[in-house]
C-alpha cells in the first residue's frame, strides 16, 4: 500500500533562517506531488506542485521554493523564513489519470517562525 | 476560476444524532469530483468521501453521505449517528477533470464539535 511521510513534524526557526521540508512517497510510482499551505482556521493553499522529476509549477509568488531530486521525494525549501511563512505544511500525491484523482495527505510539518 | 464556500465555521452535534455540514461552489464546467475531508486534532488530512459529478447517485461511506445537487452546485455532507471520534475540521473540495489540470479547490472547513 502507498505512504506518504514528512519530517519534521515540528519546527520553530527564527526569522531569516533557511528551511527545508521533506515529503516521501512510498508504493507507487511517478506520483503527482503537491504541497499546501494550511494557516491556522484556514482552509489549504496549494503552494507547488509537480507531475514529474525536475517539473514544479508554483501557484503562489513567494519566498518559498520546491524541488523533486527523486521521482517520490518532494522538498520545500526557503533561504530566509518570514514570520508570515509560520504555518501547518501538507504535502499530498495523487496519481494522474485515477479513477477520482484524488489526494492523499502527509501527516504535516506544524512550522513556527519566531 | 473555482471557489469552494463553506458557510458554516462551526457546528455541534450530540452524540448518536445527525448532522449535515454545507459545501457550495461554483463552477463552469460539466464534469469534476467532489470530496469531503477530514481533518483530526492530529492534523492528518483523510478522504472521507468522493463524487463524480457525473453520477446522479449520492455517494455513500458508512454513516457518511453526501446530498449532491449539481444545478445547485450543492455538496452537503450527512453524518449519522455521530462518534465522538467524528470531531474534527471538515474540508469540502473541489477537483477538475481535465487531464492538465492539477488544482483541488478547498473551503475553508468547519469544526465539528460532538458532544457526549
Known amino acids: 500500500s502507498q505512504t506518504i511521510h514528512q519530517w519534521p513534524a515540528t519546527l520553530v526557526q527564527p526569522v531569516g533562517s533557511p528551511l527545508s521540508l521533506e515529503c516521501t512517497v512510498e508504493?507507487?510510482?511517478?506520483?503527482?506531488l503537491y504541497w499546501y499551505r494550511q494557516a491556522a482556521g484556514r482552509g489549504l493553499q496549494l503552494l507547488f506542485y509537480?507531475?514529474?522529476?525536475?517539473?514544479i509549477s508554483s501557484e503562489v509568488p513567494q519566498n518559498l521554493s520546491a524541488s523533486r531530486p527523486q521521482d517520490r521525494q518532494f522538498i520545500l525549501s526557503s533561504k530566509k523564513l518570514l514570520l508570515s511563512d509560520s504555518g501547518f505544511y501538507l504535502c499530498?500525491?495523487?496519481?494522474?489519470?485515477?479513477?477520482?484523482?484524488?489526494?492523499?495527505f502527509g501527516p504535516g510539518t506544524r512550522l513556527t517562525v519566531l | 476560476a473555482q471557489t469552494v464556500t463553506q458557510s458554516q465555521p462551526e457546528m455541534s452535534v450530540q452524540e448518536a444524532e445527525t448532522v449535515t455540514l454545507s459545501c457550495t461552489y461554483d463552477?463552469?464546467?460539466?464534469?469534476?469530483?467532489l470530496f469531503w475531508y477530514k481533518q483530526p486534532p492530529s492534523r492528518q488530512m483523510i478522504l472521507v468521501i468522493r463524487?463524480?459529478?457525473?453520477?446522479?447517485q449520492n455517494a455513500t461511506e458508512n454513516r457518511f453521505s453526501v446530498n449532491f445537487q449539481k444545478a445547485a452546485k450543492s455538496f452537503s455532507l450527512k453524518i449519522s449517528d455521530s462518534q465522538l471520534g467524528d470531531a474534527a475540521m471538515y474540508f469540502c473540495?473541489?477537483?477538475?477533470?481535465?487531464?492538465?489540470?492539477?488544482?483541488?479547490?478547498f473551503g475553508a472547513g468547519t469544526r465539528l464539535t460532538v458532544k457526549p
Open positions: 463524487q463524480e459529478a457525473y453520477k446522479q
Open positions: 473540495a473541489y477537483r477538475s477533470v481535465l487531464y492538465n489540470n492539477n488544482d483541488m479547490r
Open positions: 508504493g507507487t510510482s511517478n506520483p503527482n
Open positions: 499530498a500525491w495523487s496519481v494522474l489519470g485515477g479513477s477520482y484523482n484524488e489526494q492523499f
Open positions: 509537480s507531475v514529474g522529476i525536475g517539473q
Open positions: 463552477t463552469s464546467e460539466s464534469d469534476y469530483y
